[in-house]
């Protein structure tokens, strides 16, 4: 069988990194060649159109063009097994084009594979067959702390992603109760991805007992990039606001703090609470005072940190690997073809 990818970018981007070409890498294994493209430019689109004659499946991993439609025609004419791959609402500004353009892909397509179960509910009135694929990770990529890395000086509360999509949620949620805590005890907070956004900045710098540690950008597509990045980090951090976009997310932080082997502190939001067993891998966080209880109880415990950080990476490497989720793909499409 061979694959080929149309995905949003490279691995640069977090849900083509995750949704596409860890889980094309694990395929290989299986004997399944696939080829992962991008399409920029019209130049691209009809390459693809030409590569599509000697492919068996088509994966379109977040494509809501007017192009990507035609392309979906295209390939259902030749035969070919069309997927819809999506760990996102398709728009955060609802475009009416975006989602009359992914509507129509979902219905030209033999299998949607959806992030979360937010999602197969949103794709399933376009597709009977609808497959909920949870985002996964390259447990190779993760080295949980060693004992001595742990043990350093202070107490560090990190965050990682991209800082222009989620300065909101940090600040709407994080700046009042770590500015409780810090009243009481002094803390670190380190965030990776800042993407320049002034507004973190001028938030969290200006809390008294607070040490703020920002990193702009990593080398994202670096096999050891999160896990040298988020090294000295104690708790992990995954704040959601509640809005018309948020639900559809697929919980891709939570599960690489536990596959760091460190606990999670999450806003109950879409899967968040799913992955994040309460008590077990970290803690829900539903108000501030949540997020205030949780940095304190993990910040006191050290022996709680191991504990959950531990089970946290078993949950991971059992239920949320990409070579699981290759497994599922492969059964999926044996089905169809």
Known sequence: MRILWNTLGDQNKASSRVRAY????????????????????????????????????????????????????????????????????????????????????????????????????????????????????????????????????????????????????????????????AQKQPIKLKIVGACGQERLAETFGKIDGLELELVDQIDWASPTATADAMRGVDVGLYPLLENNFNPYKCGFKALEYMALGIPVLASPVSVSADIVRHGFDGYVCASSSDWELGVMALLNDSDLRSSLGEQARHRVEGTYSSKSAAETLIQQLRLIT
């Open 22 to 181: 860890w889980i094309a890498e694990e395929l290989e294994r299986h004997g399944v060649e696939s080829t992962l493209v991008q399409t920029h430019s019209r130049f691209d689109l009809l390459l693809l159109a030409l590569r599509l004659l000697f492919y068996r499946v088509v994966v379109f991993q977040k494509c809501y063009s007017r192009w990507h439609v035609l392309l979906a025609r295209w390939a259902r004419l030749l035969g070919k097994i069309v997927v819809f791959d999506i760990d996102d609402a398709p728009s955060r500004n609802e475009s009416p084009v975006t989602l009359r353009n992914c509507a129509e892909i979902m219905k030209l397509s033999h299998l949607v594979l959806a992030g979360c179960q937010k999602l197969v509910e949103y794709a399933a009135p376009y597709q009977a067959n609808v497959l909920l694929l949870p985002s996964t990770v390259k447990m190779e990529n993760y080295r949980a702390a060693t004992e001595v890395e742990a043990q350093t000086e202070g107490y560090t509360l990190g965050w990682i992603g991209n800082g222009a999509h989620y300065c909101d949620d940090l600040v709407g949620i994080l700046a009042e109760p770590l500015a409780a805590v």
